[in-house]
């Protein structure tokens, strides 16, 4: 198998070079505020194809900037932004076959503090919320809940409602599984509306907005010759939930609300995107938890979640509400069905050594194992937080086969506040480790034994976690904006607090490590950013990302060194254009910037 | 509380639900009749409804139901995107009339209206969050929904259980309208 790799490389790296040959045109030029001054740290971000492909640079001190690779004799849409002044959009630019096109690009600056409000991340909105929220076990609710699929704090959460309004949305959330306690649920109608009310929220926001480079600092050199590549892939009504790099160099991902696997080729110049759909198993509209609060543009009938490839390529894939593992061969684009023998509602999956799939069971309180070598099954009961809570969870399966004869709601797809097993990876030496979110424990199972140990950790709400080549886990906080380090030698954590301004207001869904450098990269899930750390340095860097709303949930690397993750707010039309995306972050790697811009210009 | 106790708390339990599930089916029979009588009764009364002009709105879609639930409606476009009670309009301008509550005087019909809607694919879902009489689950709610799309009017009725929420009760196509996808560009 290892040598089929090295063939894929080799195909990766002559697909880059050809790529490049092919996309040799671009853009170039300064970007300049109205009295000709340079603007730093502006996002030039370039759009062509259908469905679209758009590219992002950043800008220099001297404003120049350079967006290459682009498609020859293309027309290109041209948007640039740069929080403090209106965002400059700009249709039908024509890249030519000569090389770089040369396109200088004038910013308008925001009059009205409001705009300049409205550029900002959902997180700092947020914060206006967390800041009347004085009781630490209520904030760690509301962040962990009401945060749990979509920003809190874009424009469609901060708009202000009456009080019965919210009350509907909010009884409809903890139908989907995000339930908040009663008395604090009571509390939230008054305190959003008083938190986003614009004529507090803007002026607390944009205090020294009139000074604009030092309101929103442009990014740091390093971030700034970083490039974002975004594929539009799915429609309005997908969520492109998590996705892969296969070693093959193409990207998977699995669009849960239209049970589709989509495939797609970045060394392509349109992509080539490819749609699998998952066959549904004659299941209804959300699968075996019915349709108590289905999203309304959802077919949901399997809800493909999670992927990952095993050893020989192969994708694995949980189908959260068919209750089934999924393993698609790239090869005849076959599916074949596994049906979970116990659990409700597989989540996130790994592969292991031995070529096994484990995965988190996430409404059941379960972790699984399939050997698809022998056909064994093992599904291990995780412990729940007291009695009560252990009848309910067992009771989960009865009610799930009385609601065929009573009108029953089993609890909503992700848990609500039951424990769910979330994140799961392998520590070098084979040991299988898994968060349980809600109940702020992480636990580690033997891989031979299945003998399982639980322990809590000194923060709240332990989402997806990755080990490093040491065998350190790396774990994000999602309630508690931190990334924590756990040695499972000595039991010790070691945390972090997340540098995301202001601070407190992150919610990393997850992290992957780049186990070639032991570079952590985490999901600046609320902030519209990636974020690095430097485990030999222990030094943060923060790449903004530049489409609105970017919720990211899990992340994967190509060999090139490419960040890779997907943007899955729910629900979609939330994000910024209103379609789901899978992006590329090429970090510190522009080479035309700073070299784009003539001597004495 | 020991192995024995548990067992016993559960087979209670379970000896409960149960018999909440058999018996009384002449009860549930003149219920089902009942609530479709009062389907049939709302559907008449969104046959009543003034018809839109010629010149007026293009779509409409309205829901009627009775005063002992609280319905919400659901109107996805073509371009699948859904106008409801929590996000009051669409990119395609589809637009969501009042919420109608529990305590909602007057009229008990919720409606969507797109101006100028664009062609295709038309969703229509109910969902059935509260009761406005404390009555529990299931709690069937009756419910008639009727979609005007030019001269032609798409109909539906049924019921709809309490915390359900029926993601298609009706859908339908409209073949010609207006796209404004340039609105759409980089929005």
Same mark, same amino acid.
């Given at each position: 198998?290892?040598?089929?790799?090295?063939?894929?490389?080799?195909?990766?790296?002559?697909?880059?070079?050809?790529?490049?040959?092919?996309?040799?045109?671009?853009?170039?030029?300064?970007?300049?505020?109205?009295?000709?001054?340079?603007?730093?740290?502006?996002?030039?971000?370039?759009?062509?194809?259908?469905?679209?492909?758009?590219?992002?640079?950043?800008?220099?001190?001297?404003?120049?900037?350079?967006?290459?690779?682009?498609?020859?004799?293309?027309?290109?849409?041209?948007?640039?932004?740069?929080?403090?002044?209106?965002?400059?959009?700009?249709?039908?630019?024509?890249?030519?076959?000569?090389?770089?096109?040369?396109?200088?690009?004038?910013?308008?600056?925001?009059?009205?503090?409001?705009?300049?409000?409205?550029?900002? #991340?959902?997180?700092?909105?947020?914060?206006?919320?967390?800041?009347?929220?004085?009781?630490?076990?209520?904030?760690?609710?509301?962040?962990?809940?009401?945060?749990?699929?979509?920003?809190?704090?874009?424009?469609?959460?901060?708009?202000?409602?009456?009080?019965?309004?919210?009350?509907?949305?909010?009884?409809?959330?903890?139908?989907?599984?995000?339930?908040?306690?009663?008395?604090?649920?009571?509390?939230?109608?008054?305190?959003?509306?008083?938190?986003?009310?614009?004529?507090?929220?803007?002026?607390?926001?944009?205090?020294?907005?009139?000074?604009?480079?030092?309101?929103?600092?442009?990014?740091?050199?390093?971030?700034?010759?970083?490039?974002?590549?975004?594929?539009?892939?799915?429609?309005?009504?997908?969520?492109?939930?998590?996705?892969?790099?296969?070693?093959?160099?193409?990207?998977?991902?699995?669009?849960?609300?239209?049970?589709?696997?989509?495939?797609?080729?970045?060394?392509?110049?349109?992509?080539?995107?490819?749609?699998?759909?998952?066959?549904?198993?004659?299941?209804?509209?959300?699968?075996?938890?019915?349709?108590?609060?289905?999203?309304?543009?959802?077919?949901?009938?399997?809800?493909?979640?999670?992927?990952?490839?095993?050893?020989?390529?192969?994708?694995?894939?949980?189908?959260?509400?068919?209750?089934?593992?999924?393993?698609?061969?790239?090869?005849?684009?076959?599916?074949?069905?596994?049906?979970?023998?116990?659990?409700?509602?597989?989540?996130?999956?790994?592969?292991?050594?031995?070529?096994?799939?484990?995965?988190?069971?996430?409404?059941?309180?379960?972790?699984?194992?399939?050997?698809?070598?022998?056909?064994?099954?093992?599904?291990?009961?995780?412990?729940?937080?007291?009695?009560?809570?252990?009848?309910?969870?067992?009771?989960?399966?009865?009610?799930?086969?009385?609601?065929?004869?009573?009108?029953?709601?089993?609890?909503?797809?992700?848990?609500?506040?039951?424990?769910? #097993?979330?994140?799961?990876?392998?520590? #070098?030496?084979?040991?299988?480790?898994?968060?349980?979110?809600?109940?702020?424990?992480?636990?580690?199972?033997?891989?031979?034994?299945?003998?399982?140990?639980?322990?809590?950790?000194?923060?709240?709400?332990?989402?997806?976690?990755?080990?490093?080549?040491?065998?350190?886990?790396?774990?994000?906080?999602?309630?508690?904006?931190?990334?924590?380090?756990?040695?499972?030698?000595?039991?010790?954590?070691?945390?972090?607090?997340?540098?995301?301004?202001?601070?407190?207001?992150?919610?990393?869904?997850?992290?992957?490590?780049?186990?070639?450098?032991?570079?952590?990269?985490?999901?600046?899930?609320?902030?519209?950013?990636?974020?690095?750390?430097?485990?030999?340095?222990?030094?943060?860097?923060?790449?903004?990302?530049?489409?609105?709303?970017?919720?990211?949930?899990?992340?994967?690397?190509?060999?090139?060194?490419?960040?890779?993750?997907?943007?899955?707010?729910?629900?979609?039309?939330?994000?910024?254009?209103?379609?789901?995306?899978?992006?590329?972050?090429?970090?510190?790697?522009?080479?035309?910037?700073?070299?784009?811009?003539?001597?004495?210009? | 509380?020991?192995?024995?106790?548990?067992?016993?708390?559960?087979?209670?339990?379970?000896?409960?639900?149960?018999?909440?599930?058999?018996?009384?089916?002449?009860?549930?029979?003149?219920?089902?009749?009942?609530?479709?009588?009062?389907?049939?009764?709302?559907?008449?009364?969104?046959?009543?409804?003034?018809?839109?002009?010629?010149?007026?709105?293009?779509?409409?879609?309205?829901?009627?139901?009775?005063?002992?639930?609280?319905?919400?409606?659901?109107?996805?476009?073509?371009?699948?995107?859904?106008?409801?009670?929590?996000?009051?309009?669409?990119?395609?301008?589809?637009?969501?009339?009042?919420?109608?509550?529990?305590?909602?005087?007057?009229?008990?019909?919720?409606?969507?209206? &797109?101006?100028?809607?664009?062609?295709?694919?038309?969703?229509?879902?109910?969902?059935?969050?509260?009761?406005?009489?404390?009555?529990?689950?299931?709690?069937?709610?009756?419910?008639?929904?009727?979609?005007?799309?030019?001269?032609?009017?798409?109909?539906?009725?049924?019921?709809?259980?309490?915390?359900?929420?029926?993601?298609?009760?009706?859908?339908?196509?409209?073949?010609?309208?207006?796209?404004?996808?340039?609105?759409?560009? &980089?929005?």
């Amino acid at each position: 198998m290892k040598s089929s790799y090295v063939v894929f490389a080799a195909t990766l790296i002559a697909g880059l070079v050809a790529a490049s040959i092919v996309h040799a045109a671009g853009f170039q030029g300064r970007v300049l505020d109205e009295q000709g001054e340079a603007i730093a740290g502006a996002m030039v971000t370039v759009r062509f194809g259908e469905p679209f492909q758009e590219r992002t640079v950043f800008s220099d001190d001297a404003g120049g900037y350079a967006v290459g690779g682009l498609p020859a004799e293309t027309s290109h849409r041209i948007r640039v932004r740069r929080i403090g002044w209106a965002d400059l959009r700009s249709w039908d630019h024509q890249t030519s076959a000569e090389g770089m096109a040369p396109l200088d690009l004038t910013m308008i600056r925001h009059t009205d503090p409001a705009e300049v409000a409205a550029q900002l #991340p959902a997180n700092h909105w947020y914060a206006l919320v967390l800041d009347k929220l004085t009781d630490e076990h209520d904030r760690e609710q509301f962040v962990r809940q009401c945060t749990f699929c979509h920003q809190q704090g874009n424009r469609a959460t901060r708009l202000v409602r009456d009080k019965e309004e919210w009350d509907k949305v909010l009884a409809l959330m903890a139908r989907m599984g995000a339930g908040l306690d009663a008395e604090l649920a009571a509390r939230v109608p008054e305190l959003l509306n008083t938190a986003y009310d614009p004529a507090t929220a803007v002026p607390a926001l944009t205090q020294g907005w009139e000074d604009a480079h030092a309101f929103a600092p442009a990014p740091s050199p390093e971030v700034r010759r970083s490039i974002v590549d975004e594929y539009q892939l799915g429609g309005r009504s997908s969520v492109q939930h998590d996705m892969i790099v296969h070693p093959s160099g193409h990207i998977y991902s699995v669009d849960m609300t239209t049970d589709t696997l989509y495939r797609m080729d970045p060394r392509a110049p349109d992509g080539a995107r490819e749609a699998f759909v998952i066959p549904t198993e004659e299941l209804g509209l959300g699968g075996v938890l019915g349709s108590s609060a289905l999203p309304s543009n959802s077919d949901m009938r399997v809800g493909p979640h999670s992927l990952q490839v095993d050893g020989d390529g192969a994708i694995w894939i949980t189908l959260a509400v068919g209750n089934l593992l999924a393993k698609f061969d790239p090869e005849d684009s076959s599916f074949t069905m596994e049906p979970l023998p116990g659990g409700i509602y597989p989540h996130t999956l790994r592969v292991d050594d031995r070529g096994r799939i484990w995965y988190t069971i996430a409404v059941s309180n379960h972790v699984g194992m399939y050997d698809p070598g022998t056909g064994q099954h093992e599904v291990i009961r995780v412990p729940a937080r007291g009695f009560g809570e252990e009848v309910t969870l067992r009771l989960i399966p009865f009610f799930m086969w009385l609601s065929q004869y009573v009108d029953l709601d089993v609890g909503g797809s992700e848990g609500g506040g039951l424990p769910t #097993p979330y994140g799961i990876d392998f520590a #070098p030496n084979g040991d299988v480790w898994f968060s349980q979110l809600n109940a702020h424990r992480i636990g580690r199972i033997d891989p031979d034994t299945f003998e399982l140990t639980m322990i809590d950790t000194p923060f709240s709400a332990p989402r997806r976690m990755r080990f490093d080549s040491e065998g350190k886990l790396w774990i994000p906080g999602f309630s508690s904006n931190l990334l924590s380090r756990f040695d499972p030698e000595t039991s010790e954590f070691v945390s972090y607090t997340l540098p995301i301004e202001p601070l407190g207001t992150e919610t990393p869904y997850a992290l992957n490590v780049d186990r070639r450098s032991d570079t952590v990269w985490i999901c600046g899930t609320n902030s519209d950013t990636l974020i690095s750390f430097e485990t030999s340095t222990e030094e943060f860097t923060i790449y903004p990302l530049p489409t609105q709303v970017t919720y990211t949930r899990d992340i994967d690397f190509d060999k090139a060194g490419g960040v890779w993750t997907s943007n899955s707010n729910a629900p979609t039309w939330q994000i910024e254009t209103g379609v789901p995306r899978v992006l590329r972050l090429i970090p510190g790697r522009n080479p035309d910037v700073s070299m784009s811009i003539p001597a004495g210009r | 509380m020991n192995r024995n106790g548990r067992g016993a708390v559960a087979i209670l339990l379970v000896a409960g639900v149960l018999q909440g599930c058999v018996g009384g089916e002449d009860e549930r029979a003149a219920e089902a009749a009942a609530l479709a009588e009062q389907s049939d009764d709302l559907a008449t009364h969104l046959e009543s409804q003034p018809k839109p002009s010629a010149d007026g709105p293009a779509v409409i879609v309205q829901l009627a139901f009775g005063p002992e639930a609280d319905l919400d409606l659901y109107v996805t476009d073509p371009l699948l995107e859904t106008v409801y009670f929590a996000r009051h309009e669409s990119r395609t301008g589809g637009r969501i009339g009042a919420d109608v509550r529990c305590d909602t005087p007057g009229e008990r019909i919720e409606e969507v209206r &797109f101006a100028a809607p664009w062609p295709g694919r038309y969703r229509v879902g109910i969902d059935h969050p509260r009761r406005c009489d404390d009555e529990p689950a299931p709690a069937p709610a009756a419910y008639a929904v009727t979609a005007r799309v030019d001269s032609n009017t798409y109909r539906a009725q049924g019921t709809v259980d309490l915390e359900r929420f029926e993601v298609i009760v009706l859908e339908f196509e409209l073949q010609e309208g207006s796209a404004d996808e340039q609105r759409l560009e &980089f929005d």
